[in-house]
Nanobody, 122 residues
Framework: QVHVVESGGGLVQAGGSLRLSCAAS????????MGWYRQVPGKQRELVAV??????NYADSVKGRFTFSRDNAKNTVYLQMNSLKPEDTAVYYC?????????????????WGQGTQVTVSS
């Protein structure tokens, strides 16, 4: 089975930093894209940053403060969040667009992690 697991959330004061990690485990043929999304109660889930063959894209609200990186050997991506603001408070979810092998064939699947809470106090 293939899983996507996030870690690294927590409570931090405004101006502080956190680093989130997301690891895709299992038998994976290739990764089309991996991204970070966030959601607050009563609002839609929004894109924070995504990495794909086309490069890295950030939401305007986090540009210059968040940095997305990856370790291909570990199928892991990271989100370094600096200069955090109270409005960054949300549950952060990792999303993975994967290609999995299946008996000589391949199929595409999209997985979500369980989410990790980030709380920024003022």
């Amino acid at each position: 089975q293939v899983h996507v697991v996030e870690s690294g959330g927590g409570l931090v004061q405004a101006g502080g930093s956190l680093r989130l990690s997301c690891a895709a485990s299992g038998t994976i043929f290739s990764i089309n894209a991996m991204g970070w999304y966030r959601q607050v109660p009563g609002k839609q889930r929004e894109l924070v940053a995504v990495i794909s063959s086309g490069g890295i894209n950030y939401a305007d609200s986090v540009k210059g403060r968040f940095t997305f990186s990856r370790d291909n050997a570990k199928n892991t991506v990271y989100l370094q969040m600096n200069s955090l603001k109270p409005e960054d408070t949300a549950v952060y979810y990792c999303n993975a667009d994967l290609v999995l092998p299946n008996g000589g064939n391949y199929y595409r699947i999209e997985l979500w992690g369980q989410g990790t809470q980030v709380t920024v106090s003022s």
